[in-house]
């Protein structure tokens, strides 16, 4: 199935404990090249970086790519992305994946998988990922966000919490859980419908979103389906620290990305 679909890339230069990440050297390139690149080998027809840093700008724009610079008072990646969406000109049924722009080991194979989902059908205008829960420290780990999904693949909720809450099994000091179901943790890439998000940026912060600290608790708070792509497994974490920075660089140079 040919759907045609664009990548954005929130790249903010602010960092509590890596200022200026996007631009950190991995293995000879910046990282937001690597994320970039991990954008065009997913096919996406287009690759835009959505900065409200010059330097970011700059660096981007030497190295060939889009980039746009948008205002630095947005709360969220969400509403930089609708910028960018805004000032293209952006189809309103086009489709937009949000790719953040400190994951330089996502598989290309899931930015495309979650535009492909959201093209598939008309229920949702917007979708995101989710992978089975193989160890049971992490349906416990409030840092693991959880979700639980309906018969066709939509989101019924997503939580912090031990989602959905085996009574038989779990007491106040955790256990195994005693159902085949799986526990899914929900991957934070999504895939945008251009209307989805005018509409999402022109709704009020929802008083679910803030007590889970979820911001895609607002969309079923005004009733949206959420449609969620289940993959093999999630993929590897992104760069917040220095610890992970070497990490992520001898993961590329052990696989030539």
């Not at 664009?6 to 631009?23: E, F």
């Not at 979700?147 to 693949?153: D, E, F, H, S």
């Not at 099994?169 to 934070?188: K, T, V």
């Amino acid at each position: 199935m040919d759907i045609p679909f664009k990548v954005v890339i929130p790249a903010r230069y602010g960092s509590t404990r890596l200022p200026g990440k996007p631009l950190l050297d991995i293995a000879g390139k910046a990282m937001i090249a690597h994320v970039c690149q991990r954008a065009i080998e997913a096919e996406a027809d287009e690759v835009v970086v959505a900065t409200d840093d010059q330097r970011i700008f700059d660096q981007v724009t030497a190295l060939g790519l889009k980039v746009v610079m948008t205002d630095a008072n947005h709360q969220s990646g969400t509403e930089r992305i609708t910028e960018v969406a805004v000032k293209m000109g952006w189809d309103d049924d086009a489709i937009v994946v949000n790719l953040q722009g400190d994951e330089p080991l996502i598989p290309p194979a899931y930015i495309r998988d979650v535009a492909l989902a959201l093209g598939g059908q008309e229920q949702a205008g917007i979708a995101t990922l989710a992978a089975k829960i193989n160890e049971s420290e992490e349906i416990f780990n409030p840092n693991a966000v959880k979700v639980v999904l309906n018969q066709a693949g939509y989101a019924l909720y997503f939580s912090r919490a031990a989602i959905p809450w085996d009574r038989n099994a779990f007491s106040l000091s955790g256990g195994e859980p005693s159902h085949a179901m799986p526990y899914l943790r929900h991957i934070g890439m999504y895939a945008y419908r251009v209307k989805f998000l005018k509409d999402y940026c022109s709704w009020q912060a929802s008083e679910l979103e803030a007590v889970e600290s979820l911001e895609q608790l607002r969309i079923l708070w005004y009733g949206q389906q959420i449609l969620v792509k289940t993959v093999a497994k999630a993929p590897e974490a992104g760069v917040d620290t220095q610890a992970d920075l070497e990490r992520v660089e001898r993961a590329i140079l052990n696989s030539q990305l």
